[in-house]
């Protein structure tokens, strides 16, 4: 395991972007709908984003989205900008996600996202959770095949018991085998993600180089400490935060 404090990096401008909303049809009935957005041209990376809280954000047929202040939600434009291309994962059948992220059910879904991930370009896929949503990256890294993902990005994991009755323990992290990046706010309050879990988080992932970056900082909009207008959520330090995430990402590729 290694730390590092990243630096903000200026994010290049986008001229246009690409959005497709897709409905992918599960085995067991249903579906799971997604949401692609990216530049049309010169993307050098796809992210799949797993958005915390109950992770029913309200993708509409258009690409608009109902919900959109959490983290992995609302910064794709900024990924865009870096070249990234993201995934957007909403809930299945607008039902609550708490307490199914762990699953092998999900697992397998995760399994057909990371498909439609790799059917969009022949670049590099990555994995990023936040909150209640790195329990379901975790999963996805656990089961997916090194040759599919080129990491997982896990940050203000839910590490302690809550109402969800599943943490990113519980999501097979020896499994992984990915480098993977643990990102922790030292000024997060939620309770069920505290940032002195970092470096258990990452020793959990034997298998894995990982890396524990620590952030500050974040703005509080709401008095629920887990909410995503809160240190937790990054409010008001998205452009530190995603700066920093890119700048792992490239090296992990560069030292790939």
Known sequence: MSSYSGGLKVAPAVERVRTEVRDLMLDGGGYQRVLFYGPES???????????????????SDGAIRHEDNFVVRTR??????????????????QSMRGKRSTPEYANVTRDILAFAHSLSNVPVWVMGTSQGSIAAMNAAAHAERRELAGVILTESVSVLGKSKETVFDAHPQDVRVPALIVANRDDRCWVAPPSKAKEIADAMPNSRSTVLFVEGGVAKSSNECSSLTPHGYWEIDDKVVGDIEKWMAGTIAGS
Not at 77 to 94: E, F, K, P, R, S
Request: hydrophobic residues 50%; without cysteine.
């Open 42 to 60: 010169g993307m050098h990376g796809i992210i799949v984003m797993f958005p915390g809280g109950t992770g029913d954000i309200g993708i509409e």
């Open 77 to 94: 434009a900024l990924w865009a900008h870096y070249g990234y291309g993201v995934v957007i994962v909403d809930a299945i059948g607008h």
